[in-house]
C-alpha cells in the first residue's frame, strides 16, 4: 500500500492519536488538545485513512485500542519522542548548553556512585556538565521515553515484553544490611536470622521492583515482622541508622558516604537472591550527542577500574 506518509501525515494527526490512547477518551483527549471533540474525531478519521486502518473501537465507555492500532500507536510514540528530542538539542545549541548531558538516576546510584564519577568528569572532561534527576526507573522512563534524559543509571530489569531500550551492564548492586558502627549485632560471630529478629528494620523506598526484591528478601529469611518504617528520604533514614539500633537492607550505594567514612558498617551476612545487575539504561532508536557518548565512556572508564563502586 502506497501510504506517502511523508506527505500527508501532519503533526496535529500525531499529536491526536497519542494523547487519544493515553487518555483513553476522546472527550478528555479533546479538552488536552484545546480542540473540539467533533473535530477530533475527524482528525482521527482523517488519520486513520491515511494509514489504512482502524485505530481504535468506539464505545459507550470510551475507547479501546485495535491490533493496528498498538502498531500505529508505537510509531507514533517513537516519531513524537525523535521531534522532542530535536526540540531539545535545538533549544540546548540556541542556549550555548552543547555539552549538557541529562542523567537520570536511581537513588543508590546518585549517592554511591555518580559524586565520585562527577569528580573524574571535572578533572578529565571538564567542558562536559551533567544534569541529574533522581527518581524511581518507574519515573525516569517516562522521561527517558519523551526525550529529557539522554540516559538513566541505576538497577537494571529485563524487560517484562520487548522494548525500545538497551540495557548495558556496567556493574552489581548487592543488597546488603547495615548499622552503626557500634551496633551490638557487629558483636556476635556469625550472627544469624534468629540474631537478626531482635533489632527493627528499616526499608528504603526506590523503585517498585527493587522494593518487591527487598520484601522476598525479608520474607525468605522470615523477618517480615521486624519492619518498622519505610520512607523515600535517604537523609531520615541516615538519621535513624546513626542514632538508634535499627537495621537497614538496601544496596550499599544508598550509605556509600557513611560506610566510607566508618560511621555505617555492613553486616558480615549473605543476602540470598541471584545478581542484582545495574549500569545505564538508553533509547535503542536514539542517537547520543558526542557530549553523551564521552559522559557514557568516562563512565565505563571508571567503573573498569573500580567494577564495584561501593
Known amino acids: 500500500m502506497d501510504r506517502r506518509l511523508q506527505q500527508r501525515l501532519k503533526m496535529r494527526m500525531l499529536r491526536a492519536v497519542e494523547c487519544i490512547e493515553r487518555e483513553k477518551s476522546l472527550l478528555k483527549a479533546s479538552k488536552e488538545l484545546g480542540v473540539t471533540q467533533p473535530a477530533l474525531t475527524r ?21 479501546t485500542i485495535t491490533e493496528f492500532g498498538e502498531v500505529a500507536c508505537n510509531a ?13 538539542d535545538l533549544d540546548r545549541f540556541l542556549a550555548g548548553d552543547t555539552t549538557l548531558v541529562a542523567v537520570g538516576a536511581m537513588p543508590p546510584a546518585a549517592v554511591g556512585l555518580l559524586p565520585e564519577l562527577f569528580g573524574k568528569m571535572r578533572t578529565e572532561v571538564p567542558h562536559i556538565h551533567a544534569q541529574l534527576t533522581l527518581g524511581s526507573m518507574e519515573e525516569l522512563i517516562p522521561l527517558l521515553n519523551d526525550g529529557v534524559l539522554d540516559m538513566i543509571v541505576g538497577r537494571l530489569f529485563p524487560a517484562a515484553i520487548p522494548d525500545e531500550f538497551v540495557r548495558e551492564i556496567l556493574y552489581y548492586e548487592p543488597l546488603c544490611i547495615i548499622g552503626r558502627t557500634e551496633h551490638p549485632v557487629f558483636a556476635i560471630p556469625d550472627a544469624t536470622t534468629d540474631d537478626l529478629a531482635e533489632y527493627r528494620f528499616i526499608l528504603p523506598n526506590m523503585s517498585r521492583l527493587v522494593e518487591q526484591e ?3 528478601v525479608l520474607a525468605t529469611m522470615n523477618l517480615t515482622r521486624t519492619i518498622e518504617m519505610r520512607s523515600a528520604s535517604l537523609p531520615f533514614l541516615r538519621e535513624i541508622l546513626h542514632t538508634s539500633n535499627h537495621l537497614l537492607i538496601s544496596p550499599p550505594m544508598t550509605m556509600a558516604g557513611d560506610l566510607k567514612r566508618g560511621t555505617l558498617r555492613r553486616l558480615d551476612f549473605t543476602i540470598p537472591g ?16 558526542a557530549a553523551s557518548q564521552t559522559f557514557v565512556e ?8 573500580r567494577p564495584h563502586p561501593f
Open 76 to 88: 507514533v510514540r517513537r516519531v513524537l519522542t525523535q521531534v522532542n528530542r530535536i526540540d531539545r
Open 214 to 216: 527487598i520484601e522476598v
Open 43 to 63: 482528525t482521527l478519521h482523517e488519520t486513520e485513512t491515511i494509514l489504512g486502518g482502524r485505530i481504535f473501537e468506539r464505545h459507550s465507555r470510551g475507547i
Open 298 to 305: 568516562t563512565m565505563r572508564a571508571y567503573l573498569r577500574e
Open 274 to 289: 541471584p545478581p542484582r545487575p545495574a549500569g545505564l539504561l538508553m533509547r535503542r532508536d536514539y542517537s547520543l550527542s
